[in-house]
């Protein structure tokens, strides 16, 4: 019997998120991904693992698509709603604690503090410039350190002593980690040392002049490392949740107001086999009809180019107005 479903999907940097909702918005399937710098590739390996597990009873009445390459992400799946992450993750985290407040977002590769009052964003910040407290640079120290990432928090989190790390630059706090090492601190130290610096420079970039009222919603692939959860409780005295995906919420906000969009009638999906079987791919280069030097991107299907972007005179744009139309849902 086939049923009707929604598909969200959150392309970032770092990692492509991909979930399934029913029509009651329950989640059926959840997929994070390493984005490998090929996010079609990923997003149609996702697609196909979806297809093969569930076949011909999927029915997608609605799809939608945001974070970094959702422009992208629209192209390739003809996707009814195109939204930006702050919209997304607000939406997901309203609809799993209606009453939230503020939202602590970290991902891989920025970081994002979103307010919200009656069910509404009423102030939100971004850091997309330092590396320093996002996921990527977790990783690159728990490598450096010969910790599986999995096992950063757990170990973190034995810390009897934390030791005070520059947090405020990601060279600085690398810096400081190594010469911490050296004067022979102890790694379960260092580590909580490192995650209550990256908590202390989120609350002072990202949060600075903001006041945060519980309920404080944790989301982001590093909500998963618990010693992160317990250094923003200690800053701020206050509990923090995480909810039970929040490494995908981004794709349930957006398969969320999929649904809102199509109200489970029409829907723009390709569909699954016409993804599969089509070869997309990306070709860029750089005009010099001006001064501006404009990175022209455009993006084909099976040879054929569908739509380009990047000219900020819309020379090349304005013949294929696909990107204008997803532009008008931000």
Not at 79 to 101: G, L, Q, Y
Not at 250 to 267: C, D, N, V
Request: hydrophobic share 40%; with cysteine; net charge positive.
């Amino acid at each position: 019997m086939r049923e009707d479903f929604f598909l969200g999907i959150d392309i970032g940097s770092v990692s492509t998120n991909v979930v399934l909702i029913d029509k009651n918005g329950e989640v059926i399937e959840s997929m994070y991904l390493r984005t490998q710098g090929k996010p079609i590739e990923v997003l149609q390996k996702a697609l196909a693992t979806l297809y093969e597990k569930y076949g011909d009873s999927l029915r997608i009445k609605g799809v939608g698509t945001t974070g970094s390459g959702r422009h992208l992400a629209s192209l390739v799946v003809g996707a009814d709603i195109v939204k930006n992450e702050i919209t997304a993750h607000a939406k997901a985290a309203i609809f799993f604690v209606p009453d939230v407040r503020t939202i602590i977002e970290i991902g891989g590769q920025d970081s994002k503090i979103i307010l919200i009052k009656d069910r509404i964003v009423i102030d939100f910040a971004m850091n997309t410039i330092c590396a320093a407290g996002t996921g990527s640079f977790l990783d690159r120290q728990a490598e450096r350190l010969n910790i599986p990432i999995e096992k950063f928090g757990e170990t973190a989190i034995k810390s009897q002593n934390p030791v005070r790390i520059a947090g405020r630059c990601a060279v600085f706090a690398e810096s400081d980690m190594i010469h911490k090492q050296q004067l022979g601190h102890r790694c379960e130290d260092i580590l909580f040392g490192l995650c209550l610096a990256l908590a202390r420079n989120y609350l002072a970039n990202l949060a600075k002049g903001k006041s945060l009222e519980s309920p404080i919603l944790f989301q982001g692939g590093v909500a998963a490392n618990i010693a992160m959860k317990k250094a923003f409780e200690q800053l701020l005295g206050t509990q923090i949740i995480v909810p039970k995906y929040y490494n995908v919420m981004g794709a349930i906000g957006i398969a969320l107001l999929a649904k809102e969009r199509t109200k489970g009638l029409i829907t723009k999906f390709r569909g699954f086999e016409n993804i599969n079987g089509c070869k997309f791919e990306t070709k860029g280069f750089e005009c010099h009809d001006c001064s501006n030097y404009c990175e022209v991107v455009g993006f084909y299907s099976n040879g054929s180019l569908v739509a380009r972007w990047g000219d900020r005179c819309q020379k090349y744009s304005s013949n294929r107005n696909y990107h204008i139309e997803n532009s008008k849902n931000l």
